[in-house]
Each structure stands twice: as structure tokens, then as C-alpha cells.
């Protein structure tokens, strides 16, 4: 299917061919593993397009090719982790700048601002940007860039990026979007105005729990240039294995996605209902603080769903020892069902004011919704919660 035909295309079909094309030596459906460091060259700097596999290799090129067409993007780079893909675009600021970031953001994400970057003179600043309205306070003249993910993790908020880009213009500061747990089959960053859109590919767009990377995604053509040196420069890509797993495991994106999103509705609602859950956090649900705005925004919801129990933190830790099919570990994403403590696993980097300030608290735990039978998911969590 040629490129110039994706933009027509809905997701489900670019899903499955965006960025593979037939291989022109043996007819290969499946896009090739190019497993090389190097490449020949007829003459001194005459090539065929490669050199190096760091700085391009054709298994590579195909998966960027697919994940620009899925977010509607001219331009993505891929790496070989969520994290460097993030540093792929702080590196792009200067010593001074000042970032707003989400106070409700990914662990791993604060740890690399907070501990690492803040020593190259840039600064951060954690704040709630679920209410537009109040972000502007936080602004200052050095703010560069607003750093959202939406929904937050673990608390699964939702935040207005049209709202926030529409302020972001005013000041001349850039928006990137963290789409990592809506994917791009449930909501469009760019088409909403952002700048920038990221992933972490070893989540759902990776979906099988098998392989590690990242993804930057931007219509930006000089944000793109520099994000594209840092690739090169400093050298954090995807292996031509990786990049071949995760052009596989887009082909399913869509399907997988709906799955996730139908058995993670199902769970919510029944888990409102059981007495030893206090709260149960899920955009589809009517009782969600930003259900309207996430209905506007998105369209769909994943399939996240963080609870709090009544329970301390020994209660909590007995009700997911006793889980059977949903297992108690790190990530989220997989086909797999998987569960997480964020106070003591993903978000124990947080600082524990902030972290209390929040709510990243002992009683919450945050479900990855798997594709299994929705009905034995939830008569594994009511059969655990008996250990309350």
C-alpha cells in the first residue's frame, strides 16, 4: 500500500500496513530482519541509504513509517526505551529551561527530571494539570515546554490538551503528550495541537510483554532534526529484532485494543460493587471526575483501572499474593493481566511527600486489563479480596 494512501486509511487498516511493503528481492510479505551493524559502500560516503545501524537500518525505517501514519505524524523516531526517548527531547532544551510536567506522571519519568536532568541547570516543576485553568500561574518566562500524560499514571486522570495547547501557543512554549496508555487507537495528540507525542513502546503498542523501546512522534520539522541527532548522536535505538517484534504487534494494535478497553469496562463496573474496594478509577465510568472530557478527547478508554482497597498495606499485599491468573508485576500492556502496587514498585522513586500529596497511597493498585475471559478476571479479584 503506498504512503501517499495512509492518510485515507482508518487506524485498523494502517495498523496492519503502514510502513510494510512487500520486499523487493524475494517478495517477502513480512518486512525483513536487516540483522547488520554495517553496510557496503561502492566509493568513500556513497551508499545506498545506509552506513551504519545506528544511525538507519531498514527494519527500523518500517516501524517509524508505521508509528508516524498511526499518530498522523510527518515525522518518528524509534528507541530502544521509553526513557530515551524522553531524553531524546529534553535534550533539546537548554540549561535554564523550565518544564511544567503533570504532578500525576509516570515514575520513571520523574526520576529521570528529578535526578538526572535538574543537575544540567534545567528545572521542573510537578504541578496538577488537570485544571487548565490554573496553569498559567506556573508559567514563567523561561518555561519552555508542558510535559502531559493523559491519562496519568497510576491515577489515570484526564487532561485537556486542547486546552493546554491553546495556552502553550499563547506563550510559545511546547506541549508533548505521554499517549502511552490511550495509544494512538483511542487518541490523537497531534490532531488535538500538541507538538510533540511520545510512547513507550514496551507497553500496549509492544502488547506482548517480550520487547523494550520508545517512540517520538512530531509534524514539527525542527523539533524532529534534533530528535533525530540525539537518535544518531547518542546512539539509544531499537535492534532490528525489536523493531521487527513491535511492526508485528501493531498489525493487532486495534483488535487488542478494543479487547483490553471491553474487559477492563466490565471489571470497573463490578469492582464498584465489592465492599472491600473503597474507589475504583476508570475514564468509561460515569463516576470518573473527567468522564465528559475523556468522551470528548478520546475514543476509547484502554484498559487501566486503578482501585483503592480498604485495606493497609499488609491487607493489600495479601489480596495480590492470592491472585491466580492476574499477576503481580512491573509494566502494563500485555495480552497478560497484570497488577502493581504503584507506592512500592513503579512510583517508589516519587518522593514520599509528593507521592502522599497525591494520593499514591498504600491502599491503591493499578490493573492492567488483559485480553482473558473478563468473568474469570473478576472471580480472580473477588476470590483474592477474600484474603481481606
Known amino acids: 500500500m503506498g504512503e501517499e494512501n495512509l492518510t485515507n486509511q482508518s487506524i485498523s487498516t494502517r495498523c496492519v500496513h503502514a510502513g510494510v511493503e512487500p520486499e523487493p528481492i524475494t517478495g517477502a510479505v513480512m518486512t525483513p ?131 493546554l495547547v491553546k495556552l502553550a501557543k499563547e506563550k510559545g512554549v511546547t506541549t508533548v503528550v505521554d499517549n502511552t496508555f490511550a495509544t494512538p487507537i483511542f487518541q490523537q495528540p497531534l490532531s488535538l495541537g500538541a507538538d510533540i507525542v511520545i510512547h513507550s513502546l514496551t507497553k500496549y503498542i509492544g502488547g506482548h510483554s517480550d520487547v523494550v523501546g520508545g517512540a517520538v512522534m512530531t509534524n514539527d520539522s525542527a523539533w524532529a532534526e534534533k530528535i533525530k541527532f540525539f537518535q544518531f548522536a547518542a546512539g539509544g535505538v531499537n535492534s532490528p529484532m525489536e523493531c521487527f517484534l513491535l511492526l508485528r504487534s501493531i498489525k493487532t494494535l486495534d483488535v487488542r485494543m478494543h479487547r483490553h478497553q471491553e474487559n477492563a469496562l466490565q471489571f470497573a463496573k463490578e469492582a464498584e460493587k465489592l465492599g472491600p474496594v473503597s474507589e475504583v478509577v476508570f475514564p468509561g465510568l460515569e463516576s470518573h471526575p473527567q468522564h465528559a472530557l475523556a468522551k470528548e478527547q478520546m475514543s476509547g478508554y484502554s484498559g487501566m483501572v486503578s482501585v483503592r482497597l480498604n485495606a493497609d498495606l499488609k491487607g493489600v499485599t495479601r489480596v495480590v499474593n492470592a491472585l491466580k491468573v492476574i499477576t503481580l508485576a512491573e509494566s502494563l500492556g500485555g495480552v497478560e493481566s497484570l497488577v502493581n502496587h504503584p507506592e512500592t514498585m513503579t512510583h517508589a522513586s516519587v518522593p514520599p511527600d509528593h507521592r502522599k500529596k497525591i494520593g499514591i497511597t498504600p491502599d491503591l493498585l493499578r490493573f492492567s486489563i488483559g485480553i482473558e475471559s473478563a468473568d474469570e478476571l473478576i472471580q480472580d479479584f473477588v476470590q483474592a479480596l477474600e484474603k481481606l
Open 33 to 163: 530482519i536487516f540483522q547488520t551493524s554495517t553496510y557496503a559502500q561502492s566509493a568513500p560516503g556513497e551508499h545506498k541509504g545506509y552506513d551504519y545501524s545506528r544511525g538507519g537500518n531498514p527494519t527500523r525505517d518500517a516501524l517509524e513509517k508505521s508509528l508516524a501514519a498511526l499518530e498522523g505524524a510527518q515525522f518518528a523516531l524509534s528507541f530502544s526505551s521509553g526513557l530515551t526517548a524522553i531524553q531524546s527531547i529534553i535534550h533539546g532544551l537548554e540549561p535554564g529551561d523550565h518544564v511544567v510536567v503533570c504532578d500525576d506522571v509516570y515514575g520513571g519519568t520523574g526520576r529521570l527530571f528529578r535526578q538526572l536532568y535538574t543537575k544540567f541547570g534545567i528545572s521542573f516543576d510537578f504541578v496538577p494539570l488537570v485544571d487548565a485553568e490554573t496553569v498559567g500561574s506556573h508559567l514563567r518566562a523561561n518555561t519552555r515546554m508542558i510535559w502531559i500524560e493523559t491519562p496519568t499514571n497510576p491515577l489515570l486522570q484526564i487532561i485537556d490538551i486542547s486546552a
